[in-house]
């Protein structure tokens, strides 16, 4: 067996031409400074060739569900196993993903709560109890007296296929009819169903009026009924129209409550999932909020006409404007009204369906959710949210299931109630948990993985995380985390792990632990390999690679190999002098006197785990907000300092924690929140368009002699829009051949080789370089370039201060690290 990975001739990015070899199934970490290429070895070249590989040897059916890796440019690897990429760039953005979720102990806790949990009943709250056979003809005669019902055995219960054998079994016991999803079909004609769709499926017994001279039939159709579907009855009302669904009954032997009569069916794990229309409240459909668009200021002027001010303007930017122009027309089409009519005087009607919509007409308000939810740009995300009101949804409480699946408990607690513990609360309720008789056989192996995966999750300092909260609120770090617990829960071998910085974030009191958890992982034969600065880590390696000297195209060299005494006496080593001591960070001698500072007064912050506590910070300061993991930093200074200043300054309606009193707001004119969010999710975006520098270089060569002689404005040196692009590869500068069941291949654009541009537009030059040679420049390049611009000159002097200046203005933010 191969102890080692040897890479040979790897040219990714920066990277050149290096030759290393990686030691297998130890701690391996890849150090060097930012833009030295550690990423682009370890995530571009070992992951994406170990992935890559692995892919292949599946059959070509299975390849063509799975995205594929392009090949990274390197001329050989041995030794490479499947590879694992735990890293910060992934962030979900679907708000339904909780930390339980990910880690898969909801999976185990739906099951828990389906076999072992006891039934109580949502409305009154006594526990449910089986039901005798008189005891359900009593219910449904007292229930339904007087009415026409259908008697339905239910069969099928949110179950996929196509069930062609249980249909004839059904018939050939002489039922004529069966109910698919609500809607009745004869058995004596063809039934095809969607074999990939859930269905419920009923048997059709027997269509009666609930009187006395019925009763017998009645008695035989509901015992019919028992027997046929494993003791379960469903009782559709049909109302004075004759159309079913007035009300519906359901009956079992099994389980009742006894007060009010309300019946049972056997709970399946997904009637826990809010993830699953069978568990999902059905108001807010699991998500636990229901999105509110407040009418009032999407109009802001109601003495104006729709198309002559009355909408906010802002709504026109969120839209195209033809949108909300064709939308308004197909009003007055609908309801006849005149265009000039101010909007306060315009019928009610008229005003409910421009916001709530009309038969075929989509309203203002879905229109503004659809975008707000489907677009991936934040400044309209920013600008919708300025309509748009999340509130607790009023039928769950934000709890996010039906009523009956919060009727379910285990030890007097509810899969909420258990959800809403921290890690470390679910670890000790979980330790303490027990069953006796055939629940204890059930049991173990399910509390076995729910314990087990809570004890990763803490070994990996996470303990204070509660199991419901939303990985959209975690910042990157504990993500990582998260995933990694996940990793060591399932237990393989043999695997390549590359992992980002996973000590970032993180308190120095849980590092410990977390390193103990990247050993625990190796030592279960698998190879990780960490990209890392943290001193702590390094010194716990087994192995490391120090990627240099510098950064961008003065990195991408292996400087410095070894254990970490080898790496302190490199003397190539940047990273080895810091180690040392030879080097060191310098403090400032002068600081900013914070007593003199005027200061924002936080009074009474209270939310989450904030104790009621009074909190000045100084202006004009660099101010550190520091603890533990879990203390209440993010809580204090995103929950509610963030958004109250936000709403404040910008009238946004965001949900603040709580909080009694904000002094000294009026002193801030701005807000900008840095997270660890990517700076754009396609190639398209990159440094100079993401700081709106490419705006200020397409002014620029707009205003040039040979862009005023073919009348080009700013617009055409934009790569997103027809005219200036090369409209083969529509600005992308490669194309894309799909090659079905091997990779997608890349190739340059035969058209523009590559800039992106058509020979129009890259016959326009300033200082003789045209629009495709800047977007190569580095930052600092860039800098000797554009010199005399003061508008584009300061935006550089900022990237290269915060050491970004060996980044290409164009380099697509995919390729650059988190």
Same mark, same amino acid.
């Given at each position: 067996m191969e102890t080692k990975i040897v890479i040979r001739g790897a040219r990714e990015h920066n990277l050149k031409n290096i030759n290393l070899e990686i030691p297998r199934n130890q701690l391996v970490v890849i150090t060097g400074l930012s833009g030295s290429g550690k990423s682009s070895l370890a995530f571009d070249t070992l992951y994406a060739e170990g992935q890559r590989r692995y892919l292949e040897s599946l059959s070509s059916y299975a390849r063509q569900f799975l995205e594929r890796l392009k090949k990274p440019d390197v001329d050989y690897i041995s030794g490479l196993s499947p590879s694992i990429a735990i890293d910060q760039k992934t962030v979900p953005h679907n708000p339904r993903s909780t930390v339980a979720t990910v880690t898969e102990i909801y999976d185990y806790l739906r099951l828990l709560y389906a076999k072992l949990g006891e039934v109580f009943c949502a409305d009154c709250g006594r526990k449910a109890q089986k039901q005798s056979f008189a005891e359900i003809i009593s219910q449904i005669q007292e229930r339904a007296?007087?009415?026409? /019902?259908?008697?339905?055995?239910?069969?099928?219960?949110?179950?996929?296929?196509? =069930?062609?054998?249980? !249909?004839?079994?059904?018939?050939?016991k002489g039922f004529l009819y069966v109910r698919i999803d609500r809607k009745l079909h004869a058995l004596n004609k063809p039934i095809k169903i969607l074999k990939?769709?859930?269905?419920?499926?009923?048997?059709?017994? +027997?269509?009666?009026?609930?009187?006395?001279?019925?009763?017998?039939?009645?008695?035989?159709?509901?015992?019919?009924?028992? +027997?046929?579907?494993?003791?379960? *009855?469903?009782?559709? /009302?049909?109302?004075? +129209?004759?159309?079913?669904?007035?009300?519906?009954? #359901? #009956?079992?032997?099994?389980?009742?409550?006894?007060? *009010?009569?309300?019946?049972?069916?056997?709970?399946?794990? @997904?009637?826990?999932?809010?993830?699953?229309?069978?568990?999902?409240?059905?108001? *807010?459909?699991?998500?636990?909020?229901?999105?509110?668009?407040?009418?009032?200021?999407?109009?802001?002027?109601?003495?104006?006409?729709?198309?002559?001010?009355?909408?906010?303007?802002?709504?026109?930017?969120?839209?195209?404007? =033809?949108?909300?122009?064709?939308? &308004?027309?197909?009003?007055?089409?609908?309801?006849n009204f005149d265009l000039s009519t101010p909007y306060a005087e315009l019928p009610p009607e008229v005003k409910e369906a421009l916001f709530w919509g009309s038969g075929e007409i989509t309203g203002l308000i879905e229109e503004l959710e659809n975008l707000f939810y489907s677009t991936s740009s934040e400044e309209i995300?920013?600008?919708?949210?300025?309509?748009?009101?999340?509130?607790?949804?009023?039928? *769950?409480?934000?709890?996010?299931?039906?009523?009956?699946?919060?009727?379910?408990?285990?030890?007097?607690?509810?899969?909420?109630? &258990?959800?809403?513990?921290?890690?470390?609360?679910?670890?000790? #309720? #979980?330790?303490?948990?027990?069953?006796?008789? @055939?629940?204890?056989?059930?049991?173990?192996?399910?509390?076995?993985?729910?314990?087990?995966?809570?004890?990763?999750?803490? @070994? /990996?300092?996470?303990?204070?995380?509660?199991?419901?909260?939303?990985?959209?609120?975690?910042?990157?770090?504990?993500l990582q985390r998260i995933r990694l617990a996940a990793q060591i829960g399932v237990g393989l071998t043999g695997v390549l792990y590359v992992l980002d910085e996973p000590s970032?974030?993180?308190?120095?009191?849980?590092?410990?632990?977390?390193?103990?958890? $990247?050993?625990?992982?190796? %030592?279960?034969?698998?190879?990780? $390999? /960490?990209?890392?600065h943290d001193e702590e880590t390094m010194r716990h390696a087994d192995y490391i690679v120090d990627l240099g000297p510098g950064a961008g195209r003065d990195g991408g060299e292996a400087v410095g190999v070894g254990n970490f005494t080898a790496l302190k006496n490199c003397s190539r080593s940047l990273t080895g002098k810091y180690l040392s001591g030879a080097l060191s960070i310098s403090l400032p001698h002068k600081r900013n006197d914070y007593r003199k500072a005027k200061a924002l007064i936080l009074k009474g912050c209270q939310e989450h785990n904030l104790k009621n506590i009074d909190v000045k910070i100084p202006l004009g300061c660099f101010v550190c907000v520091t603890g533990v993991s879990g203390s209440g930093k993010s809580t204090l200074i995103h929950d509610i300092l963030f958004r109250a200043l936000h709403n404040h300054i910008w009238k946004t309606d965001y949900s603040v924690g709580k909080f009694r009193s904000i002094s000294n707001r009026d002193?801030?004119?701005? &807000?900008?929140?840095?997270?660890?969010?990517?700076?754009?999710?396609?190639?398209?975006?990159?440094?100079?368009?993401?700081?709106?520098?490419?705006?200020? &270089?397409?002014?620029? =060569?707009?205003?040039?002699?040979?862009?005023?002689?073919?009348?080009?404005?700013?617009?055409? !040196?934009?790569? %997103?829009?027809?005219?200036?692009?090369?409209?083969?590869?529509?600005?992308?500068? =490669?194309?894309?051949?799909?090659?079905?069941?091997l990779p997608d291949v890349y190739v340059l654009c035969e058209m523009c080789r590559g800039v992106r541009y058509n020979e129009y537009t890259l016959a326009v030059k300033y200082r003789d370089k045209n629009i495709a040679d800047v977007l190569e420049l580095s930052v600092k390049d860039a800098l000797t370039f554009f010199a005399a611009i003061p508008q584009i000159r300061e935006r550089l002097e900022l990237l290269d201060e915060i050491g970004l200046g060996y980044v290409k203005l164009g380099q697509p933010s995919t390729t650059l690290s988190g």
């Open positions: 007296s007087g009415s026409q /019902v259908g008697i339905f055995a239910p069969l099928i219960r949110g179950r996929k296929g196509e =069930y062609k054998k249980l !249909f004839q079994d059904i018939a050939k990939t769709k859930r269905h419920d499926i009923e048997a059709l017994i +027997d269509t009666v009026e609930l009187t006395p001279r019925n009763s017998e039939r009645i008695r035989r159709s509901v015992q019919t009924a028992l +027997d046929l579907s494993e003791e379960t *009855c469903l009782i559709d /009302v049909v109302d004075q +129209d004759g159309k079913s669904g007035k009300q519906e009954l #359901f #009956f079992s032997k099994k389980t009742t409550c006894p007060k *009010c009569g309300t019946g049972f069916k056997d709970f399946t794990p @997904n009637m826990f999932s809010f993830n699953s229309p069978y568990g999902a409240c059905s108001r *807010c459909r699991g998500i636990g909020k229901l999105s509110q668009v407040m009418a009032h200021r999407v109009i802001q002027h109601p003495e104006k006409p729709l198309l002559k001010g009355a909408i906010n303007g802002e709504i026109y930017f969120s839209f195209n404007q =033809y949108v909300i122009e064709d939308l &308004i027309h197909k009003l007055k089409e609908h309801f995300k920013r600008k919708v949210r300025k309509f748009i009101r999340e509130d607790i949804c009023p039928e *769950c409480r934000g709890n996010r299931l039906k009523k009956e699946s919060m009727g379910v408990k285990i030890g007097a607690k509810s899969i909420v109630a &258990i959800s809403s513990l921290s890690v470390d609360q679910a670890g000790l #309720f #979980f330790e303490k948990l027990g069953f006796e008789g @055939n629940g204890k056989i059930i049991s173990e192996p399910i509390l076995k993985e729910i314990r087990q995966r809570l004890f990763f999750l803490k @070994n /990996v300092g996470l303990g204070y995380l509660t199991l419901d909260r939303s990985v959209t609120t975690l910042a990157g770090g504990e970032i974030g993180l308190h120095p009191k849980d590092n410990e632990k977390l390193l103990h958890t $990247l050993m625990e992982l190796r %030592n279960l034969k698998n190879t990780v $390999l /960490v990209v890392e002193a801030i004119d701005k &807000i900008i929140e840095i997270d660890q969010a990517p700076i754009g999710r396609t190639p398209r975006s990159n440094p100079a368009t993401y700081t709106d520098l490419f705006i200020w &270089i397409r002014k620029l =060569y707009a205003q040039t002699h040979d862009a005023k002689l073919r009348n080009f404005g700013p617009s055409r !040196f934009s790569f %997103n829009l027809k005219g200036g692009r090369c409209e083969t590869c529509r600005g992308e500068g =490669y194309q894309r051949l799909e090659m079905s069941f």
